[in-house]
């Protein structure tokens, strides 16, 4: 289910963001599905033969002096540890070896994170090869010169990568569902964790005692265990407002990843914003089991209209995500939060419920029957069959006559059609058309 992120690192200019747009390739540029939702460019899905990995671009300020430099790279370094399954670090064969590799690679080196150890701008083997072995002197193991304009060497690079990927997915044996709990700086993350776990916390103990999983709190719950992944404590000094930004995204990205079910944390106080959205994508793109907490309930005048004045907002902003259960809590007062933890549990149900193919096809028959499938130019819609392939997210395959002339408002009517019948509360339903040759 989990996906390994690999981040990549390294001084300005090196290359990074030339690598990882090569590595990425030109089709993502744009998500376009999820309405209200302009994607920067930090992180992507890259499918490397039979190989699927989400790819982190750290970088990408330019700081002043090289205090900063120093002090940004080491900012850099500590994200991609606390993210990534894997680290690419980009080094510049033109420039050489300079002191502060050295001072990532030691801290790289002392985290013993997964390395690649990656010599860009080797656009010519023969000859700048000499160069290249100078960087062994970084303690890394073996360099891999790789050319990102030339696309040279990286397919020896990324079978290094992919080797270095966690062997049984530490997660795949862990029955325990997990439950990313995001939002943006101070909307109250920790402070709904802390006051739900309250007496309830247990160790994580099995789990392997790497940095990525000290945010992981498990909790006891009506006799059954679940993980917290927190992603609150981002240190915000002296940070610049992108940077903080950048971290906030690729951490959500990492602890969505990860999850079953993510809890999105909104400001009361100041209510909901792009930046929520932005965060509420991420976890909707990834097929992830959602519920919006709006916290802070207590420290906001209420009379009898507020609570569906507020819930307008947060649908009209996060319109792409009907499915998710809005509730009013507050992590100060206790209110409302263990029907937060009752409402988990359903998600989690959902987010794994499996229809049988006979009922969903009397949903389906009655559902054609009650509404006729678009045509276009005299050709109708037909739609033969459908069953569902996969869960979270629950996933179904419809077997039509044509592709073309199934239209999204259609899916979107039989979407709500099975929401009718089955519920699915808190979980988004993903859709797969085929094709099959008339009878
Ligand atoms: N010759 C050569 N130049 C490259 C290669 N890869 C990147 N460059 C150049 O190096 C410069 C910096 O590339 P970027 O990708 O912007 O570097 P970056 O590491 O993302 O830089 P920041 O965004 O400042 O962190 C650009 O002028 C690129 O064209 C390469 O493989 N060979
Ligand atoms: N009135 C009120 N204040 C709250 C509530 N929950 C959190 N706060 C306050 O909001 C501030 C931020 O809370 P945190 O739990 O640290 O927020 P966070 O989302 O973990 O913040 P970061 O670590 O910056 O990501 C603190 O001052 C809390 O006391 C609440 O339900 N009501």
């Not at 399954?85 to 801290?107: C, I, L, R, S």
């Not at 990656?118 to 073996?142: A, I, R, S, T």
């Not at 996933?395 to 929401?419: A, C, G, P, Q, W």
Request: no cysteine.
């Amino acid at each position: 289910m989990a996906k390994p992120i690999v981040a990549i690192v390294g001084r300005p200019n090196v290359g990074k963001s030339t690598l990882f747009n090569m590595l990425v390739g030109e089709r993502l540029s744009i998500v376009k599905d999820t309405p209200g939702v302009t994607r920067d460019r930090i992180y992507a899905d890259v499918n490397w033969l039979n190989y699927h990995f989400t790819l982190m671009d750290t970088g990408g300020i330019e700081p002043e002096t090289n205090n900063q430099m120093l002090r940004h790279m080491r900012e850099q370094a500590e994200m991609a540890i606390e993210m990534a399954d894997v680290v690419m670090f980009v080094v510049d064969v033109k420039q050489g070896v300079v002191d502060a590799d050295y001072k990532v690679a030691e801290m790289l080196r002392k985290a013993q994170k997964k390395i690649v150890l990656v010599v860009n701008k080797v656009d010519n083997f023969d000859k700048l090869m000499p160069d290249v072995y100078e960087f062994y002197n970084l303690g890394l193991g073996d360099p891999y010169p790789i050319s990102s304009i030339g696309k040279l060497g990286i397919g020896d690079m990324l079978d290094e990568v992919t080797a270095l990927f966690p062997e049984n997915e530490d997660d795949a044996e862990d029955e325990r569902p997990r439950i990313a709990i995001v939002g943006k700086p101070n909307a109250g993350k920790s402070s709904i964790i802390n006051k739900l776990l309250g007496e309830n916390r247990v160790i994580v103990s099995d789990v392997a005692g790497t940095t990525r999983d000290a945010v992981d709190t498990a909790v006891k719950w009506n006799g059954k265990e679940y993980v917290f992944i927190d992603t609150a404590g981002l240190r915000r000094k002296n940070k610049i407002k992108e940077e903080i930004e950048r971290y906030s995204i690729l951490r959500t990205v990492s602890a969505v990843e990860r999850a079953d079910v993510v809890v999105l944390v909104i400001d009361a106080t100041e209510g909901i914003t792009e930046q929520d959205a932005k965060i509420a994508g991420i976890a909707h793109d990834r097929g992830r089991g959602m519920i919006i907490a709006v916290n802070k309930w207590d420290a906001i005048e209420k009379d009898n209209k507020t609570v569906s004045e507020f819930s307008k907002k947060v649908r009209n902003t996060l319109s792409f995500m009907p499915y998710a259960e809005i509730m009013f809590v507050s992590a100060l007062t206790g209110q409302r939060l263990p029907k937060l933890f009752e409402a988990i549990e359903v998600v989690i149900q959902n987010h794994s419920l499996r229809i049988a193919t006979g009922v969903l096809n009397e949903i389906l028959t009655e559902a054609v029957a009650m509404q006729q499938p678009p045509s276009d130019k005299g050709r109708r819609l037909k739609i033969y069959y459908m069953t569902q392939v996969s869960v979270k997210p629950p996933t179904f395959v419809i077997f039509v006559n044509d592709k073309r002339l199934m239209h999204f408002s259609y899916t979107r009517y039989l979407e709500n059609k099975i929401r009718e019948a089955f519920g699915f509360a808190g979980t988004p339903l993903k859709f797969i058309i085929r094709e099959r040759k008339e009878k």
